[in-house]
């Protein structure tokens, strides 16, 4: 095939290897083509691992408190031995009582996933195919989501079953005051429950700051337009309504003047490729007197423009001039390039007056006279950053984005504009409506939902762990209680006893970062390509992290340790 294409014998070895190395993705017939899937498949994978990290808190969290309950309960079940009962129907009873509360935890929050589904669906653009996404969940979802609250309840409500049958009944029964009396084993495996949801709890925190930075960095990303919440974008194909090249421009013409007119506007132009909507035209450019070097990228985006366009934009023109109507009309074979693409081929050179051509190749022309030199800004969106542009002038293509520019609000602009295209074409659709602001968001839409989505995840994983810590706290508050009367009696202060109970807090606190913060650090190299103007060991992130859970465990351990403060020592000791 190489030999027999009609190009190929002008290659250079560099560009025939390009062709060679091409690929041919293949996609299996039963799923089709998605660029949505393709789009988000990365980011929810991401979101996936960081939802069974959440399921592992949640689950580390049910164990504690079945395992917490079960001891709560050791006379009631001691009792119901001593009278007949076998541990087998003590263990039936305690598995049921789990798998009722696990069905209501999993019904209620299919419930609150749909509510929250529809409102993630509300923060994507209305416009285009970004809405071909079911709001409810299928079938399969529902079986799988019955399945994991099922196999949970099994896992974490059988063990501490099996845990509170292992004691003695007579230990139990003696004990006349009914203190939370447990084998020393069940306490470290609540402690230990907590300081893998404290190092998971890390883990996810870490995560979502570094998402959450990433979207700042975009977001302060420059543009290179000016204001762009105050420059509305639509589109227009007059094609699809049957006009011709020639009745296209003059529609064009018509448009822009109509438009200009409205009081309030400052300026309008068009441009045949819309500005950040995924859309590319690029193509293979050569520059008259550079010779290309093996591996060298000579692509450049093209866009087609009116006159006025960089001044709707806010694009400084920093050498030579603008289009005018003369090029348009004479369709002049100029062209205006951007600074990144001067400094690339002409370095500190001047480009005015330089001649590029299209294509690659010995035949290539170089018939077309640079004669302005612009500003960079954005073509596809603040991750791709800016590229190699040339611009040359707008002779008519079916379809064209125009922007405009004014004083009016947006929504007073909107209506001006559609009613100025009513006058002269009532059929003729208008689509993609929008502030240039708001087109720039939509294509940080992953990047949004990501953080959004991680930032919660990391909220919740922390309330999760700071609930755990405080139920272990509470418990070994409750079961050290004499000792801590003992403690009061014998001339110990208040903050003697808060200091007691706070430094349990600080061990099973250092204990789970000590594993999640090596654990963050090496994992987060995994989500760097996810990432943006951010390392992945980002040492500022990984300090906010732990400083925000020391505040939120501390808080957690001064509850219990502040109820453990205000033991009367007589009635802790009233029964010794």
Not at 243 to 252: C, K, N, Q
Not at 344 to 367: D, E, M, Q, V
Not at 483 to 509: D, K, P
Request: proline share 4%; hydrophobic share 50%.
């Amino acid at each position: 095939y190489e030999t027999t294409l009609p190009a190929a014998k002008d290659w250079s070895k560099f560009q025939r290897q390009q062709f060679l190395s091409g690929t041919i993705q293949l996609q299996k017939a039963a799923e089709g083509y998605s660029q949505l899937r393709n789009s988000f498949s990365t980011a929810l994978i991401v979101l996936m691992c960081m939802v069974g990290l959440v399921l592992l808190i949640a689950c580390a969290n049910v164990a504690n408190l079945l395992i917490a309950r079960a001891f709560a309960r050791q006379r009631e079940i001691a009792v119901r031995i001593s009278i007949g009962a076998s541990r087998p129907q003590l263990l039936r009873q305690l598995l049921v009582e789990s798998l009722v509360l696990s069905v209501v935890g999993g019904t209620l929050g299919i419930c609150l996933a749909i509510l929250m589904t529809k409102g993630l669906l509300a923060l994507m653009p209305a416009e285009g195919n970004a809405l071909l996404i079911r709001p409810t969940p299928d079938a399969r979802i529902l079986l799988f989501t019955i399945g994991l609250t099922v196999l949970t309840s099994l896992i974490f409500g059988l063990l501490p079953g099996i845990r509170a049958g292992q004691f003695e009944l007579w230990n139990v029964l003696k004990d006349a005051a009914g203190s939370i009396a447990a084998p020393g084993g069940s306490l470290y495996l609540r402690k230990g429950l907590v300081a893998f949801q404290v190092a998971l709890s890390f883990l996810l925190l870490f995560g979502a700051g570094l998402f959450v930075k990433s979207l700042q960095n975009l977001k302060a990303t420059p543009t290179g337009f000016r204001d762009p919440d105050n420059l509305i974008t639509f589109q227009v194909s007059p094609a699809l309504n049957g006009y011709d090249a020639t009745r296209t421009v003059h529609f064009y013409d018509e448009v822009l003047e109509n438009i200009r007119a409205i009081p309030g506007v400052k300026a309008a132009a068009l441009a045949a490729e819309p500005l950040l909507s995924g859309d590319e035209w690029d193509s293979t450019t050569s520059v008259e007197g550079h010779q290309a070097k093996d591996g060298e990228d000579m692509q450049a985006f093209m866009n087609a423009l009116s006159p006025g366009y960089f001044q709707t934009m806010g694009i400084p023109i920093i050498a030579g001039r603008d289009f005018d109507r003369r090029d348009i009309k004479d369709k002049s074979t100029v062209a205006i390039v951007n600074e990144h693409f001067a400094r690339h081929f002409f370095g500190n050179g001047s480009a005015l007056g330089r001649h590029i051509g299209r294509g690659a190749g010995p035949g290539t022309k170089f018939n077309i006279e640079i004669v302005g030199v612009v500003g960079d800004s954005l073509f596809e969106g603040p991750r791709e950053g800016v590229h190699r542009q040339v611009f040359i002038p707008n002779w008519g293509n079916n379809s064209a984005a125009f922007y405009v520019r004014g004083a009016l609000a947006s929504n007073l602009l909107y209506t001006a504009v559609k009613q100025q295209l009513k006058k002269l074409d009532a059929t003729m659709p208008i689509y993609e409506m929008k502030t240039l602001g708001k087109q720039l968001d939509e294509t940080l839409l992953t990047e949004r939902l990501v953080a959004l989505l991680s930032a919660g995840f990391g909220l919740l994983a922390t309330l999760l762990g700071a609930i755990g810590l405080y139920g272990v706290m509470a418990f070994v508050v409750a079961r050290r209680t004499k000792e801590v009367g003992l403690r009061m009696a014998l001339g110990a202060n208040r903050g003697s006893v808060i200091w007691l109970v706070m430094q349990e807090v600080l061990v099973l606190l250092l204990i789970g970062l000590a594993v999640g913060v090596p654990a963050a650090l090496g994992l987060a190299r995994f989500i760097a390509a996810q990432l943006y103007g951010i390392k992945p060991a980002d040492p500022w992130t990984a300090a906010i992290s732990l400083l925000a859970l020391i505040v939120v465990a501390t808080a957690a351990g001064l509850v219990p340790a502040g109820r453990a403060s205000r033991i009367d020592p007589i009635l802790a000791l009233r029964y010794e």
